[in-house]
């Protein structure tokens, strides 16, 4: 491993974000707070240790980046780069380090978990930054420095592997710097479009680009402790209901429709149509229950039940009502979306659609198989046939996954986290939901956990963000070892 390398990337990176700390910088002095001096503390630090970085690794062959590169930067900036993004809320006194660690975490992986009790006491700026570390965080960090930074285009390929989800490895463009520019256009596009729909339809501009920032990067800050609940407007639920759907899809899919193939290709996307038919078929299960089951109006439960399906299927996070209070069936169908997810390509989390068709056409296929023992293993995507390897990957990343949600919730629990809160939890969290159940559910918050339990969530967050191999890769001491080459 290079390390000089990763150091001279992790510098530049550190260096690039400072200037994101500008925008509460001015905010701040806008709104007349007291906070300036802490961001610009938190700013100055960045600055300093991004110079430090770059220093250190000036002299590095950026023409020898391998694999193993393009890991430990990607890993490593996150870990980086959310200990920058927690200053202002440790240096401030909002909270202690470690819930202030945790708080950037979930900005930044698009989590959505908050660690405050109470969210309204708080600046103007400080509320501002949790939502702008979202939308840095939904694009991705490498995907982001990698369009803008030209010193990392010769290891693009690397970088950008390394962070982006699901198992295809598409691009839009043949350059991945190209890819990377064309994803940010869509992503910003999505963005202002839903801050003027929001705007336009009596939201105050403040709230608009606050939850606008949210939904596009499926993350769920919201200003307000009730969430989107404060507001108690269908309007806003259906239009931000729709939006998080569509963050939950892949852009390049979006990308392709908008550059001559119609927005038919969308349809004809087979992922994009189980995700579609998926949110349809819980959203109607769900109101069918509300109705049946609690006497709720229909056009009522088929609101919230919209609303909270996207919320949860896009892992977006947004909170309409207390669910907590819904059914135990309504309550399963949610919980079962935090492990599905929605499409590869977005800005959502969880497993992703995509690999639970391959998981389930791949039973298929071995029932086929237990039935004629003499046939191959065929499974077909897109009509498409897979090869072994990309099953048997799909494969390792699902048990891979509920081991990760086991552990981690097994380490929870030890800090005295009732069974189904941790367990529960480490899934929103892995999945990049926000909310759970019980003390962390709809309307509660994480405040109240051990700092040991919010280091263990934050650390589900970064395994699920990465896709857990990424992560993962650095545990095996042949990428410690300088003579091996990926």
């Avoid at 803008?148 to 198992?167: H, I, R, T």
Wanted: aromatic share 16%; with cysteine; charged share 10%.
């Amino acid at each position: 491993m290079n390390s000089k390398v990763i150091f001279y990337f992790l510098g530049k990176i550190c260096m690039a974000f400072t200037c994101t700390l500008m925008i509460p910088i001015c905010m701040a002095i806008f709104y007349a707070e007291h906070c300036v001096a802490v961001f610009s503390l938190a700013a100055l630090i960045s600055l300093i240790l991004g110079y430090g970085l770059t220093k250190f690794g000036k002299n590095a062959n950026l023409a020898k980046v391998s694999v193993r590169e393009g890991i430990g930067t990607v890993f490593f900036s996150w870990i980086l780069i959310a200990l920058i993004a927690s200053l202002p809320f440790s240096l401030g006194g909002y909270l202690s380090p470690a819930a202030a660690y945790f708080e950037s975490m979930s900005g930044l992986t698009t989590t959505g978990a908050t660690a405050f009790s109470d969210l309204e006491i708080l600046p103007q700026s400080i509320l501002m930054w949790r939502s702008i570390t979202h939308w840095i965080g939904g694009i991705g960090i490498i995907v982001l420095f990698v369009a803008f930074l030209p010193q990392m285009a010769g290891s693009a390929q690397y970088l950008f592997n390394a962070e982006v989800s699901g198992f295809s490895s598409s691009r839009i463009k043949p350059r991945i710097e190209t890819t990377a520019i064309e994803l940010f256009k869509i992503y910003a596009t999505l963005t202002f479009l839903l801050i003027a729909i929001l705007w336009g339809t009596g939201m105050n501009l403040y709230d608009s680009i606050y939850h606008s920032f949210s939904a596009i990067a499926t993350g769920g800050f919201s200003n307000y402790n009730s969430s989107v609940g404060h507001y108690d407007n269908a309007w806003y639920e259906f239009i931000l209901g729709l939006f998080m759907l569509l963050a939950g899809g892949n852009f390049a899919l979006y990308y392709s429709a908008a550059n001559g193939q119609g927005i038919k290709s969308i349809w004809k996307n087979l992922e994009f149509r189980a995700y579609i038919y998926f949110v349809g078929t819980i959203t109607f299960m769900i109101t069918a229950n509300l109705v049946y089951d609690m006497g709720q109006p229909f056009f009522y439960s088929l609101r919230v039940a919209f609303f909270h399906v996207s919320s949860f299927c896009s892992t977006t996070g947004f909170v309409g009502v207390d669910y907590e209070q819904w059914p135990s069936f309504s309550k399963l169908l949610l919980a079962m979306t935090f492990f599905t997810g929605a499409c590869a390509g977005s800005t959502a989390g969880g497993i992703k659609i995509c690999r639970l068709i391959v998981l389930m056409k791949t039973v298929g296929a071995e029932l086929r198989r237990a039935l004629h023992p003499q046939m191959l293993l065929t499974v077909y995507y897109d009509k498409k046939r897979l090869p072994v390897s990309t099953i048997i990957s799909i494969s390792r990343f699902f048990f891979l996954y509920i081991f990760t949600v086991v552990i981690l919730g097994l380490g929870v629990s030890a800090t005295g986290l009732p069974v189904e809160e941790s367990i529960f939890g480490v899934a929103s969290c892995v999945s990049s939901v926000g909310p759970s159940f019980g003390q962390v559910g709809a309307t509660g918050n994480f405040a109240g956990v051990t700092d040991i339990a919010k280091l263990i969530f934050s650390l589900g967050m970064l395994l699920g963000r990465l896709e857990l191999f990424t992560a993962l890769a650095l545990l095996r001491s042949e990428y410690w070892r300088k003579s091996e080459r990926w």
